[in-house]
């Protein structure tokens, strides 16, 4: 249907008229968007259900990811580009009056996620169905996806992210799969012929619906499943007719207090208490999937001692936990296992990746609110616990600090990576370095009581989107130069090097950046009416905001560059433009308060004559997938300027680099392994090294105040936030900013690594001003992004975790 230009715009033509009854020259953008889903949707059906019947018929070992967030943004343009169809219908509806872009736009950016967790997700997903894995993502169909972001007054406002609200094209339905999930209730305890057998009874049922969304690979390979569950009433119909004769009122809030489960995303915020509404989530995601999980494992006929033969459940960090307890229940429970053998199988089928460093951000939960909604669930949790610390008092019988320190259940709470690392068989981290601190500080016990299970997974992102899909003039010129095996092998990306001082294909590189930065200096025009200069440096940081990746650092440096114009006007400079993206947790008000100073800082510098031509701030409104792939491939710089030991892996670097932007950046996260690659001279470090700040953790030694009072350059950006003159107007705007750097002694350290960050900005303006060099070491860095495609991650995951292989194509079965 699609194999030919002709035939995709008579079929198209045919759906237009038989499915909405108008012609082309009637539909909209929109209408264009439904049909050509519909169509893709109907066309890969088949290679859909092939790709199930042949891992069911080959007894294919499955993957499953489960995650709370699935990032997925939008994915008309990508399933175009992996079913090699993008040309013809480009051209196709080029003939028909249409733009293929301007109908991506008509998609909306399914927001599952809230940062780099869940795009993790998303990309994994990508690479699995691309290579052929039977690998599949289980996650929760929030109606509502992280909030919408408004910049009113220079202030975020936040706003329902309605996603839904037009039909989504890709998912499908699928109400007879539907499973209950069980909350509270009591258990009752009764021997049956010499043993316990456990009855939860009085629980409050609900249905978990599934709604399964195709993953189509790359060329002839597969169409894996991303299936997202939603909550819906379980009550009986005969039921319903009493409640809602009772009381229609109490009948509606019932019906609305179970749809709020999969309702919305929470925001990832730094200052998070455990929510019940949180609790359920989790629960609901963790017993829907392993349900369907085990179904579909019952459809090959094997015993249960075969399970982690031919199921690997991922859980993406700690939010799916209790698929471990629930595991353990329904295999003692529900299929008659004792303890032992039932905690073999759980602990050889679960793996774990640990993404967070921050002490703070590790999960817990009051042991209370657990018990109550989970009440068995929290019997098997508390008998893990009781096991693991006698077999410590056994082992070390005089370490009773050590078996407080590593208890799964303590003071009240329940720690919920101490229970992963407990009951999976392995436990990742997602860049060396942060391996490495997981390993000798945050879960030091751990590696001591099990090093094996540690192992390194250094992240990865697709370059199917991220360079084939959102830079396809780049993609094109690395085609002309290297030829197409890189697409396949994207290490080949490498042979780049050769050409990284050829004068004709670093014009290409360039003029393709220009473009790419027009683009984008249009789409800025067309949002804010600010015109910025397309032979500006593009100074770019985007990603969520939070203290610890400092674009406090990044503008009050901006804020010092406008001081050094206004006091010395007559200096050349390079021009810059400054631009930013980020989303703030709705309650982390310091945050909030840092996008207010970005937008303060903006509208002065952007306003001001003498300064306008040589510094331009920009903060772009609600960051998201759709608006990454505008932002990255025009940037010249990236900044990844962390806190040195925060940052577990960053993949934002990994997205800049791959589109040929130069990083300024500390030794933090993957970013030390670009460093590794490209070497001093083809990236800008400056900072603290890792050491150095837990140093200063452990044994003192700064004083933000003294750095203050030792540098006027400081000073005054830190005294320009509270006291009258360009950026402020009362004293209380940015106290809450001001506090945290003078009396909470700047816990980041953004004081202590401004010198050399700002030393380190004045040697890109000296490479900027030579830009064969420039472009140089950009070619450079596109060369080495391959190591970073999420491709080779998944090829790791696959061989050292889950032990699987990729699974001849059903196509080719077929064929
Ligand atoms: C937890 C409890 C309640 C509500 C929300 C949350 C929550 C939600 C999302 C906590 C954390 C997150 C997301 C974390 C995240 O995105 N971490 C990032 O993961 C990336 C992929 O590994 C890394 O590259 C980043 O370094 C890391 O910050």
Known sequence: MFYNKELFKFTFKEQLVSRLGISVEEATAEDIYKILGSLIREYIGREWANTNFSYKEQKEKQVYYFSMEFLIGRLLGNNLLNLGMLKTVREGLQEMGWNLEDIEEQEPDAGLGNG????????????????????????????????????????????????????????????????????????????????????????????????????????????????????????????????????????????????????????????????????????????????????????LKLPYSELPEKVAIHINDTHPTLVIPELMRILIDDKGFGWDEAWELTTRTVSYTNHTLLSEALEKWPVKMVRDLLPRVYMIIEEINKRFCGMLLKRFPDRQDLVSQVAIIESGQLKMAHLAIVGSYSVNGVAKIHTELLKTNVMKPFYELFPERFNNKTNGITHRRWLMHANPELSEAICEAIGTDWIKHPHQLLGLKTFKDDPAFQDKIMNIKRGNKLRLAAYIKEKQGISVDPDSIFDVQVKRLHGYKRQLMNILHVMHLYNEIKDHPEADRIPRTFIFGAKAAPGYYLAKSIIKLINVVANVVNNDPQVSSKLKVLFLENYSVSLAEKIIPAANVSEQISTAGKEASGTGNMKFMMNGALTIGTLDGANVEMHEMLGDDNMFLFGLRAEEVLNYYQYGGYLAREVYKQDPRIKRVIDQLVSPGPFCCHEREFGMIYQSIMEHNDEFFVLRDFDSYTRTHASIDQVYLKPQEWVSKSIENIAHSGNFSSDCTINRYATDIWDIRPVRSSLHIRK
């Not at 094209?169 to 699928?174: C, D, F, L």
């Not at 049922?205 to 597969?222: E, L, M, Q, R």
């Not at 379980?234 to 207090?257: G, H, T």
């Open 116 to 299: 780099g967790l869940g795009r993790l997700a998303a990309c994994f997903l990508d690479s699995l169905a691309s290579l052929g894995y039977a690998g599949h993502g289980c996650g929760i169909r929030y109606k509502y996806g992280l909030f919408e972001q408004k910049i009113i007054n220079g202030h975020q406002v936040e706003l329902p992210d309605d996603w839904l609200q037009k039909e989504y094209v890709w998912e499908e339905r699928r109400a007879d799969k539907r499973v209950e999930v069980r909350f509270w209730g009591n258990v009752e305890v009764s021997e049956e012929n010499g043993r316990t057998i456990f009855k939860t009874v009085n629980y409050e049922k609900i249905w978990a619906v599934p709604y399964d969304v195709p993953i189509i690979g790359y060329g002839d390979s597969h169409v894996n499943t991303l299936r997202l569950w939603s909550a819906e009433s379980a009550m009986d119909p005969s039921r319903i007719k009493v409640e809602v004769q009772n009381n229609y009122y109490n009948f509606l809030n019932y019906n609305r207090s179970v749809e709020s489960i999969s309702e919305f995303l929470y925001p990832d915020d730094s200052g998070y208490e455990g929510k019940l509404l949180r609790l359920k989530q989790q629960y609901f995601l963790c017993s829907a999937g392993l349900q369907s999980v085990l179904r579909t494992f019952e459809k």
